[in-house]
């Protein structure tokens, strides 16, 4: 499964490409991060993020598509501008037809290192080591974007096996009534 | 000219059109609210509101689109709704080569009102007379949008006078100069 991951931003817009199966290690593919200029136009800073998604979704081809959450605890001066910007990067997966799913920071946070309340640079230490890659992925909204995608690779995995064990529960079960 | 006004929301989007110039009373071209359900999942709220405004913004052809802007001063449980519906609705206008202008929700009161802490049923009620409506429209979120596009037009026509008068102060001093 080829997942990308989008760490939301106005001013820097992360986005992970990469390729696994969940509980077996995961493949980097490639990895942006995408500006727009802060005295730019909010208009002009949109739509250029949603252009620059939509060519790297179509570069990539990736069968999903994971968005981290915004939460109003952030920063309330940039808080607004993210929330815009998860506003594009989720529509450019829906509008490829693509399953997009959110996941919070402590989501991510907890899939790759076992935390939920863990560092950026344990985040980074930890995308590094799973990819492994030879140097950290910098800058830092590049890694946060690579473990969204990790993280829905393996969550996904834990999701399947939940279905299938519901699925064999309901065959035994309608075996039963037979 | 003519405006479409977007108040922005993730569960009721006011849309409202409207034609006119500075300083003569506009005409109601039409209105509408876009819903999307609370239990849907967001791709797919975030990808019918696009759809929905695209189509209006082909239906009537805007010569520029007005979108409210967004504060998290608002409630803190629906704002981060409100500013994804927001960066959609601001990238449907820019996507469409537009110009897309944002106003504070006090810019818009004060130009319908003359105060810019006028309440929502003041505006309505200045909305409806503005426009010369037999009804006020229906819902309130209709009439925040036409607000908004009335708001431009007026604005619109400020800036315009600014503009001349500054182009005019230029030409003077050229004129003195030579």
Same mark, same amino acid.
């Given at each position: 499964?080829?997942?990308? @991951?989008? $760490?939301? @931003? ?6 992970g490409v ?10 980097l593919i490639a990895y942006y991060?995408?500006? /727009?200029?802060? $005295? $730019?136009?909010?208009?002009? *800073?949109?739509?250029?993020? $949603? &252009?620059?998604?939509?060519?790297? +979704?179509?570069?990539h &081809? ?9 939460? =109003?605890?952030?920063?309330? *001066?940039?808080?607004?501008?993210? !929330?815009?910007? =998860? ?6 997966? !829906? ?8 996941? /919070?920071?402590?989501?991510? &946070? ?9 560092? &950026? /640079? ?5 995308? /590094? ?10 800058? !830092? ?6 473990? +969204? ?9 834990? *999701? ?7 699925? !064999? ?10």
């Open positions: 499964m080829r997942v990308l @991951g989008i $760490d939301p @931003g106005l001013t820097r817009c992360g986005v990469v390729e696994g199966v969940p509980g077996r290690p995961c493949k991060v995408v500006y /727009t200029e802060p $005295d $730019d136009d909010i208009a002009l *800073r949109l739509l250029h993020l $949603d &252009k620059s998604l939509a060519d790297l +979704l179509a570069e &081809k990736p069968q999903s598509v994971a968005v981290e959450r915004v939460f =109003s605890q952030h920063n309330v *001066r940039t808080v607004m501008g993210t !929330a815009q910007a =998860s506003g594009v990067a989720i529509l450019a997966g !829906a509008r490829l037809g693509l399953p997009v799913q959110t996941y /919070t920071p402590s989501e991510v &946070k907890a899939a790759v290192t076992g935390s939920g309340t863990a560092g &950026k /640079t344990q985040v980074t230490s930890m995308v /590094t080591r799973l990819l492994n890659l030879d140097a950290p992925p910098r800058p !830092a909204d590049a890694a946060d974007a690579l473990a +969204l995608a990790i993280c829905h690779i393996w969550r996904g995995g834990t *999701r399947a096996r939940i279905e299938a064990a519901a699925h !064999a529960a309901a065959r035994n079960i309608r075996g039963a009534r037979r």
